[in-house]
Protein backbone atom coordinates (compact mmCIF):
# COMPACT_ATOMS: atom_id res chain seq x y z
CA UNK A 1 0.00 0.00 0.00
CA UNK A 2 1.08 3.42 -0.29
CA UNK A 3 0.22 6.43 1.53
CA UNK A 4 -2.15 9.38 0.49
CA UNK A 5 -2.93 11.72 3.16
CA UNK A 6 -3.27 12.08 6.75
CA UNK A 7 -6.50 12.49 8.59
CA UNK A 8 -7.65 13.51 11.72
CA UNK A 9 -7.32 11.36 14.97
CA UNK A 10 -4.34 9.94 13.77
CA UNK A 11 -5.83 7.84 11.12
CA UNK A 12 -4.10 7.72 7.09
CA UNK A 13 -5.32 7.20 3.65
CA UNK A 14 -3.38 4.28 1.76
CA UNK A 15 -3.58 3.25 -1.60
CA UNK A 16 -4.22 -0.19 -2.61
CA UNK A 17 -1.91 -1.33 -5.19
CA UNK A 18 -1.92 -5.01 -5.70
CA UNK A 19 -4.64 -7.55 -5.94
CA UNK A 20 -3.72 -9.26 -2.91
CA UNK A 21 -3.74 -5.78 -0.66
CA UNK A 22 -7.20 -5.94 -2.24
CA UNK A 23 -8.22 -9.30 -0.71
CA UNK A 24 -7.20 -8.41 2.32
CA UNK A 25 -9.26 -5.47 2.80
CA UNK A 26 -11.95 -7.30 1.80
CA UNK A 27 -11.59 -9.87 4.62
CA UNK A 28 -10.64 -7.25 6.97
CA UNK A 29 -13.41 -5.26 5.86
CA UNK A 30 -16.13 -8.18 4.99
CA UNK A 31 -16.78 -6.85 2.06
CA UNK A 32 -16.03 -7.12 -1.90
CA UNK A 33 -13.66 -4.56 -3.03
CA UNK A 34 -11.59 -7.41 -4.63
CA UNK A 35 -14.64 -7.68 -6.82
CA UNK A 36 -14.16 -4.91 -7.98
CA UNK A 37 -10.70 -4.34 -8.20
CA UNK A 38 -10.34 -7.28 -10.10
CA UNK A 39 -12.80 -6.69 -12.44
CA UNK A 40 -10.99 -2.83 -13.28
CA UNK A 41 -7.81 -4.46 -13.25
CA UNK A 42 -9.32 -6.52 -16.37
CA UNK A 43 -10.96 -3.61 -17.97
CA UNK A 44 -7.67 -1.36 -17.61
CA UNK A 45 -5.40 -4.32 -18.62
CA UNK A 46 -7.43 -4.68 -21.51
CA UNK A 47 -6.63 -1.15 -22.80
CA UNK A 48 -3.12 -1.33 -22.16
CA UNK A 49 -1.31 -1.25 -26.09
CA UNK A 50 2.48 -2.76 -25.34
CA UNK A 51 5.55 -1.41 -27.47
CA UNK A 52 5.61 -2.49 -30.66
CA UNK A 53 9.16 -4.80 -31.62
CA UNK A 54 11.03 -6.01 -28.54
CA UNK A 55 11.11 -9.20 -26.79
CA UNK A 56 7.83 -10.48 -25.31
CA UNK A 57 8.76 -9.73 -21.59
CA UNK A 58 9.64 -6.14 -22.77
CA UNK A 59 6.00 -5.45 -24.05
CA UNK A 60 5.01 -5.37 -20.23
CA UNK A 61 7.08 -2.87 -19.61
CA UNK A 62 4.88 0.34 -18.67
CA UNK A 63 1.78 -1.66 -18.08
CA UNK A 64 2.24 -0.81 -14.20
CA UNK A 65 2.06 2.98 -14.75
CA UNK A 66 -0.83 2.31 -17.74
CA UNK A 67 -2.93 0.73 -14.63
CA UNK A 68 -2.18 3.01 -11.75
CA UNK A 69 -2.94 5.66 -14.60
CA UNK A 70 -6.98 3.82 -15.94
CA UNK A 71 -8.00 2.66 -12.78
CA UNK A 72 -9.91 3.79 -10.05
CA UNK A 73 -8.19 4.52 -7.12
CA UNK A 74 -9.01 2.04 -4.25
CA UNK A 75 -8.47 3.59 -0.93
CA UNK A 76 -8.67 2.49 2.59
CA UNK A 77 -8.41 4.55 6.05
CA UNK A 78 -6.27 3.04 8.87
CA UNK A 79 -6.47 4.32 12.35
CA UNK A 80 -2.69 3.86 14.19
CA UNK A 81 -2.49 0.06 14.96
CA UNK A 82 -3.48 -0.61 11.19
CA UNK A 83 -7.42 -1.37 11.64
CA UNK A 84 -9.49 -0.89 8.94
CA UNK A 85 -12.04 1.76 9.30
CA UNK A 86 -13.34 2.82 5.47
CA UNK A 87 -12.87 1.66 1.74
CA UNK A 88 -13.50 4.11 -0.63
CA UNK A 89 -13.01 3.94 -4.89
CA UNK A 90 -12.85 7.26 -6.56
CA UNK A 91 -12.25 7.99 -10.15
CA UNK A 92 -9.04 7.06 -11.86
CA UNK A 93 -6.23 9.60 -10.95
CA UNK A 94 -9.18 11.06 -8.32
CA UNK A 95 -10.21 13.14 -10.98
CA UNK A 96 -13.48 14.08 -10.55
CA UNK A 97 -15.70 14.15 -13.61
CA UNK A 98 -17.27 11.97 -15.83
CA UNK A 99 -20.02 9.10 -15.05
CA UNK A 100 -17.96 7.44 -12.70
CA UNK A 101 -19.37 7.61 -9.20
CA UNK A 102 -16.97 7.34 -6.10
CA UNK A 103 -18.35 4.70 -3.38
CA UNK A 104 -17.28 5.01 0.19
CA UNK A 105 -17.72 2.24 2.99
CA UNK A 106 -17.18 1.17 6.41
CA UNK A 107 -16.68 -2.11 7.52
CA UNK A 108 -19.56 -4.64 6.28
CA UNK A 109 -20.36 -2.16 4.20
CA UNK A 110 -21.88 0.14 6.52
CA UNK A 111 -22.30 3.69 6.64
CA UNK A 112 -18.53 5.01 7.52
CA UNK A 113 -19.98 8.76 7.59
CA UNK A 114 -21.64 9.28 11.28
CA UNK A 115 -17.95 7.88 12.61
CA UNK A 116 -15.36 8.93 9.76
CA UNK A 117 -17.10 11.53 8.17
CA UNK A 118 -13.71 14.29 8.58
CA UNK A 119 -11.25 11.59 7.84
CA UNK A 120 -13.64 11.35 4.48
CA UNK A 121 -13.71 15.21 3.96
CA UNK A 122 -9.95 15.01 4.34
CA UNK A 123 -9.60 12.72 1.52
CA UNK A 124 -12.09 14.90 -0.51
CA UNK A 125 -10.05 17.78 0.29
CA UNK A 126 -6.72 15.72 -0.95
CA UNK A 127 -7.86 15.21 -4.04
CA UNK A 128 -10.29 18.07 -4.60
CA UNK A 129 -13.60 15.85 -5.13
CA UNK A 130 -16.65 16.00 -3.06
CA UNK A 131 -17.03 12.91 -1.27
CA UNK A 132 -20.47 13.50 0.64
CA UNK A 133 -22.83 10.63 2.03
CA UNK A 134 -25.37 11.57 -0.68
CA UNK A 135 -23.01 10.94 -3.44
CA UNK A 136 -20.75 7.97 -2.29
CA UNK A 137 -22.91 5.86 0.25
CA UNK A 138 -24.01 3.84 -2.14
CA UNK A 139 -27.03 1.81 -0.04
CA UNK A 140 -29.98 3.02 1.80
CA UNK A 141 -30.06 3.91 5.24
CA UNK A 142 -32.03 3.48 7.38
Not at 26 to 41: D, G, P
Not at 108 to 125: C, V
Amino acid sequence: MRYICDAPDGKTWFRMETEAEAIAESELMHHAVEKYFRRETEKATATFKPSPGGAVFEQQIGLKAHLQQEMPLFLTLRDGEGNGLVTAMLPPQGQDGGPFRPIVVGPENKDPYPEHGEAIAALGLHFNISLGRDRCFPYRRD
